[in-house]
Nanobody, 124 residues
């Protein structure tokens, strides 16, 4: 089992920045690729970013490329999502998730463990 707890969400204005954190416990954090997903009101949960076990490989959905950066600190068992130049359309509940994938995955079905989510609200 891997327990995941997100933090760092909040209410910000358009153009502001936030950094989300995801603290992992349980099994060895570095054995899992990690991902960030988000669910906006009235929409299905969608992929945002993913990172490989070592942190050397990353991938983003097009709408956040150049604005969001995913990273991890395996020594601290923590995943991060730095979000810059936030837009109202980034408003959502953000979830971190862990996958046994050898590289990374954009498919939420590849993820076995999920956090409870943290709310990000961006006002215009």
């Amino acid at each position: 089992q891997v327990q995941l707890v997100e933090s760092g969400g909040g209410l910000v204005q358009a153009g502001d920045s936030l950094r989300l954190s995801c603290a992992a416990s349980g099994r060895t954090f570095s054995n899992y690729a990690m991902g960030w997903f988000r669910q906006a009101p009235g929409k299905e949960r969608a992929f945002v970013a993913t990172i490989s076990r070592s942190g050397t490989l990353t991938y983003y959905t097009d709408s956040v490329k150049g604005r969001f950066t995913v990273s991890r600190d395996n020594a601290k068992n923590t995943l991060y999502l730095q979000m810059n130049d936030l837009k109202p359309e980034d408003t959502a509940v953000y979830y971190c998730a862990a996958s046994p994938a050898l590289t990374y995955s954009t498919n939420e079905r590849a993820y076995d463990y999920w956090g409870q989510g943290t709310q990000v609200t961006v006002s215009s």
